[in-house]
């Protein structure tokens, strides 16, 4: 599949590109991105990362918008990833599903918005700590809130780090080098 530069107001199976990242829509609301001008797409219902040597994020967040920014931002950070979306909670606890069967591999860390509508990034954490998965993933709470009770509450659930959403590449870029170095080293032969 090639994609075509900068196409908006996407519908499933349609593609939007900037710079050296692509995103997909697939059916189901995730949409798939692969960093640094890579042309293939693994299809998020069957097996992912098949063959990707680049180590997989995975953001969940009702906004595009955000995915599209924070997938920009990677990018100047230099961070070379195959990065995964999740429109919302529901989303994202199926991709974790996913992973807990197998049919995806468990992303080295999930970019987790908080307030989304139906359910929000507290009850994905909240999900995850309940079945002992948070030792899987590095969990980096992003939002424009920066309440106290916010914060204390995320990383009373579990997350390992909070960001605010205008984060710049230079404060990303070292906290994912660093997630990235940590989850490889960690991964046992047969979860890479």
Not at 9 to 31: C, E, H, N
Request: charge should be negative; charged fraction near 20%; aromatic fraction near 8%.
């Amino acid at each position: 599949m090639r994609f075509e530069p900068l196409t908006l107001d996407l519908i499933a199976g349609q593609t939007r590109s900037y710079s050296s990242i692509q995103f997909v829509r697939a059916q189901g609301g995730y949409w798939s991105a692969e960093c640094f001008g890579l042309d293939a797409f693994s299809d998020l219902g069957k097996t992912a990362n098949v063959g990707s040597t680049m180590p997989p994020l995975l953001v969940i967040d009702d906004d595009a918008d955000a995915h599209f920014l924070l997938g920009r931002c990677l990018i100047q950070a230099g961070i070379q990833c195959d990065l995964h979306t999740a429109r919302d909670a529901e989303a994202g606890i199926e991709y974790f599903e996913k992973c807990v069967r197998g049919e995806l591999v468990w992303p080295y860390v999930v970019f987790l918005d908080i307030r989304m509508p139906r359910a929000d990034g507290f009850s994905v954490l909240e999900w995850l700590r309940q079945r002992s998965l948070l030792g899987n993933t590095l969990v980096a709470m992003m939002s424009s809130s920066d309440l106290p009770r916010d914060v204390s509450r995320s990383f009373s659930l579990g997350a390992h780090t909070y960001l605010n959403k205008a984060v710049r590449p230079e404060v990303l870029g070292p906290i994912v080098k660093s997630a990235i170095e940590l989850a490889e080293q960690h991964r046992s032969p047969q979860s890479k």
